[in-house]
């Protein structure tokens, strides 16, 4: 068998390396995703036919992709996104995902996946492809593993795990020691292991706050950056990261030291405790808050809305320790992530509900917004795997919509 640490940018084409290990009468097929030809991507729920100057500069900059081809990606999610509304609707049942491909020559294509080939249309420009497991079987396999989670809690070195679209796979993410754990975690979870696969991780998640420093908001020891501007009734506020605080701590502006207000709403699980990251701040009368991001050294990112992208789409994030704009790939959403301390290694809390991307963070940058294109608020970073300086393209979000929904809160946005 052969594992291979994933850092540094998403892989291309899923080429498994497979391993079958008995444990009882199970047999668990045990690959590792590695890089190769092909970017799985999947489908935005919205046409992104406007992207800023800004976010454009830095997604060909952190994607590597010239002006041509972010026009033609542009083109090819469209379609995307139509495919991933009529083929749903098709196949029904049989349904195993609609996603982007990126190719060797660095064009986009769409790709449906079913269970039953006889049922699965060809549009015009999409590629069609046989898979073993429907969607929502996957989906069915990743809520045995949180259902495992909650009885028994994860072993040390298991980090993550999500439905993977173009590997028709519920993907574990491990420590590189940490596979024979993860093979016991499985088999006590009872599920038929062969549609999981294992991806080791060179960095284990960490949550994404630090002591003061740079731009951003301070509350207690620690330092995070705002989300997105928001209103409860006509209480003005900002969505942040559950971790920067609980209910009642006092922000303050990083820079000049200005009372800024106080956590109106947080929740954030502690060491051995599962639960979302999330939280809102109640900002303080005669504070003006935009409906926009801050670009730093780039132009500041209007907001429009909060439409939701789906697996594949690119998003820029905004950060006080990064500073700029810093972006990637959507790879999975609705990813249950066990955090470790930094410091001693234990374990730090096991967060639900997260979206995964290929953009790089660092601690600091907790709490700070994810745009999508059309100026479209993504979510608020929760944690993330490595920095931007040692190559750890791994940082995970908390859906806006989900804070939005469970805080009776309003997104402001711009005209």
Same mark, same amino acid.
């Given at each position: &068998?052969?594992?291979?640490?994933?850092?540094? =940018?998403?892989?291309?084409?899923?080429? =498994?390396? %497979?391993?079958?290990?008995?444990?009882? &009468?199970?047999?668990?097929?045990?690959?590792?995703?590695?890089?190769?030809?092909? &970017?799985?991507? /999947?489908?935005?729920?919205?046409?992104?036919? #406007?992207?800023?100057?800004?976010?454009? &500069?830095?997604?060909?900059?952190?994607?590597?992709?010239?002006?041509?081809?972010?026009?033609?990606?542009?083109?090819?999610?469209?379609? *995307?996104?139509?495919?991933?509304?009529? *083929?749903?609707?098709?196949?029904?049942?049989?349904?195993?995902?609609?996603?982007?491909?990126?190719? !060797?020559?660095?064009? %986009?294509?769409?790709?449906?996946?079913?269970?039953?080939?006889?049922?699965?249309?060809?549009?015009?420009?999409?590629?069609?492809?046989?898979?073993?497991?429907?969607?929502?079987?996957?989906?069915?396999?990743?809520?045995?593993?949180?259902?495992?989670?909650?009885?028994?809690?994860?072993? $040390?070195?298991?980090?993550?795990?999500?439905?993977?679209? =173009?590997?028709? /796979?519920?993907?574990?993410?491990?420590?590189?020691? !940490?596979?024979?754990?993860?093979?016991?975690?499985?088999? $006590?979870?009872?599920?038929?292991?062969?549609?999981?696969?294992?991806?080791?991780?060179?960095?284990? =998640?960490?949550?994404?706050?630090?002591?003061?420093?740079?731009?951003?908001?301070?509350?207690?020891?620690?330092?995070?950056?705002?989300?997105?501007?928001?209103?409860?009734?006509?209480?003005?506020? %900002?969505?942040?990261?559950?971790?920067?605080?609980?209910?009642?701590?006092?922000?303050?502006?990083?820079?000049?030291?200005?009372?800024?207000?106080?956590?109106?709403?947080?929740?954030?699980?502690?060491?051995?405790?599962?639960?979302? #990251?999330? !939280?809102?701040?109640?900002?303080?009368?005669?504070?003006?808050?935009?409906?926009?991001?801050?670009?730093?050294?780039?132009?500041?990112?209007?907001?429009?809305?909060?439409?939701?992208? *789906?697996?594949?789409?690119?998003?820029?994030?905004?950060? $006080?320790?990064?500073?700029?704009?810093?972006?990637?790939?959507?790879?999975?959403?609705?990813?249950?992530?066990?955090?470790?301390?930094?410091?001693?290694?234990?374990?730090?809390?096991?967060?639900?509900?997260?979206?995964?991307?290929?953009?790089?963070?660092?601690?600091?940058?907790?709490?700070?917004? %994810?745009?999508?294109?059309?100026?479209?608020?993504?979510?608020?970073?929760?944690?993330?795997?490595?920095?931007?300086?040692?190559?750890?393209?791994?940082?995970?979000?908390?859906?806006?919509?989900?804070?939005?929904?469970?805080?009776?809160?309003?997104?402001?946005?711009?005209?």
């Amino acid at each position: &068998m052969r594992l291979e640490t994933r850092h540094g =940018p998403p892989p291309l084409l899923q080429l =498994p390396f %497979f391993d079958t290990r008995s444990f009882g &009468m199970r047999k668990f097929i045990v690959s590792a995703i590695s890089a190769s030809l092909a &970017m799985a991507l /999947s489908v935005s729920a919205f046409a992104a036919d #406007d992207y800023s100057p800004a976010m454009k &500069m830095a997604i060909q900059r952190d994607l590597g992709l010239s002006g041509a081809q972010l026009a033609q990606y542009v083109k090819a999610e469209r379609l *995307a996104a139509h495919q991933q509304r009529t *083929a749903s609707r098709q196949l029904g049942r049989d349904f195993a995902g609609v996603w982007l491909e990126r190719k !060797a020559d660095g064009s %986009f294509g769409v790709v449906t996946a079913s269970t039953s080939m006889g049922k699965a249309g060809t549009a015009a420009g999409v590629e069609t492809r046989q898979a073993r497991y429907s969607l929502a079987s996957l989906n069915a396999v990743k809520d045995q593993l949180d259902a495992q989670l909650a009885r028994s809690g994860a072993p $040390r070195g298991v980090y993550s795990w999500a439905v993977d679209l =173009p590997s028709n /796979s519920v993907v574990v993410g491990i420590a590189p020691d !940490a596979q024979d754990a993860a093979i016991d975690f499985i088999a $006590r979870s009872g599920l038929e292991a062969d549609s999981v696969r294992f991806e080791t991780i060179k960095d284990p =998640p960490q949550r994404h706050a630090t002591i003061q420093g740079g731009r951003g908001y301070r509350a207690g020891p620690y330092a995070c950056t705002v989300g997105f501007a928001v209103t409860r009734g006509g209480t003005p506020g %900002f969505a942040t990261a559950g971790h920067c605080g609980n209910v009642g701590v006092v922000v303050y502006d990083e820079a000049s030291g200005v009372r800024l207000g106080s956590f109106a709403g947080s929740a954030m699980p502690g060491p051995y405790q599962t639960g979302p #990251d999330r !939280a809102w701040v109640r900002v303080d009368a005669g504070h003006a808050l935009s409906p926009s991001v801050y670009g730093y050294s780039n132009q500041d990112l209007p907001v429009h809305g909060s439409n939701e992208a *789906a697996v594949g789409a690119m998003v820029c994030r905004s950060g $006080r320790t990064t500073g700029g704009l810093h972006c990637g790939y959507i790879i999975s959403k609705n990813i249950t992530v066990s955090y470790t301390d930094p410091n001693t290694g234990t374990h730090d809390g096991t967060v639900t509900g997260l979206t995964r991307t290929s953009a790089c963070s660092d601690r600091g940058d907790s709490g700070g917004p %994810f745009m999508a294109a059309a100026g479209q608020a993504q979510g608020v970073l929760s944690g993330g795997s490595g920095t931007c300086q040692n190559g750890g393209n791994t940082s995970y979000f908390t859906p806006i919509n989900s804070i939005l929904s469970v805080y009776g809160l309003t997104l402001r946005t711009s005209p």
